[in-house]
T-cell receptor
Framework: AQSVSQHNHHVILSEAASLELGCNYSYGGTVNLFWYVQYPGQHLQLLLKYFSGDPLVKGIKGFEAEFIKSKFSFNLRKPSVQWSDTAEYFC?????????????FGTGTKLQVIP | EAQVTQNPRYLITVTGKKLTVTCSQNMNHEYMSWYRQDPGLGLRQIYY???????DKGDVPEGYKVSRKEKRNFPLILESPSPNQTSLYFCASSHLGEQFFGPGTRLTVL
């Protein structure tokens, strides 16, 4: 069975600080990986996704993530956060092996950016 | 505009009173899912559907039912709601694993 771990549950940063949120997954085959963002009171929206090719993926709003296969990781980064990045961030994995391709979400990381 | 809609957005009910939360998508996606979101637990899948008349249990199906009579609609049914089903519910349609979420339904069961 596949699983996702997000070890940082709550992160507090000052504006302009750099961000890195950890995501590790467990799955025996090839995967697709996703980061979603949920702003307060809203639904989840896709930030970026990795299917294949360049392991460094760029998404919206200056976010990027790097897929490191050997570490089973897909960490989210942003060089300089803004107050508007305050939100909850979810990593998700989809295993690619036959049948229904289930997506599993991590438990989320709440990011608070202080002006 | 491509979207997933859910109704109602907010619902307060009492234990045992049957309710249905509707979900509709206009993207012609085959896959649809229901999730519940609880603090500290992230999103957990309740049920999913691979196509019309094809549904299956997710991780937390107890106390819920679904149906998929048409491709665009995927209602969630709580036959006899209980307080532990108080939660934030999201419907999603998906394509190649990317989930497109509805706005959410906040359900309180007293």
């Amino acid at each position: 069975a596949q699983s996702v771990s997000q070890h940082n549950h709550h992160v507090i940063l000052s504006e302009a600080a750099s961000l890195e949120l950890g995501c590790n997954y467990s799955y025996g085959g090839t995967v697709n990986l996703f980061w979603y963002v949920q702003y307060p009171g809203q639904h989840l929206q896709l930030l970026l996704k990795y299917f294949s090719g360049d392991p460094l993926v760029k998404g919206i709003k200056g976010f990027e993530a790097e897929f490191i296969k050997s570490k089973f990781s897909f960490n989210l980064r942003k060089p300089s956060v803004q107050w508007s990045d305050t939100a909850e961030y979810f990593c998700a994995v989809k295993g690619n092996s036959g049948g229904y391709q289930k997506v599993t979400f991590g438990t989320g990381t709440k990011l608070q950016v202080i002006p | 505009e491509a979207q997933v809609t859910q109704n109602p957005r907010y619902l307060i009910t009492v234990t045992g009173k049957k309710l249905t939360v509707t979900c509709s998508q206009n993207m012609n996606h085959e896959y649809m899912s229901w999730y519940r979101q609880d603090p500290g637990l992230g999103l957990r899948q309740i049920y999913y559907s691979m196509n019309v008349e094809v549904t299956d249990k997710g991780d937390v199906p107890e106390g819920y039912k679904v149906s998929r009579k048409e491709k665009r609609n995927f209602p969630l049914i709580l036959e006899s709601p209980s307080p532990n089903q108080t939660s934030l519910y999201f419907c999603a349609s998906s394509h190649l694993g990317e989930q497109f979420f509805g706005p959410g339904t906040r359900l309180t069961v007293l």
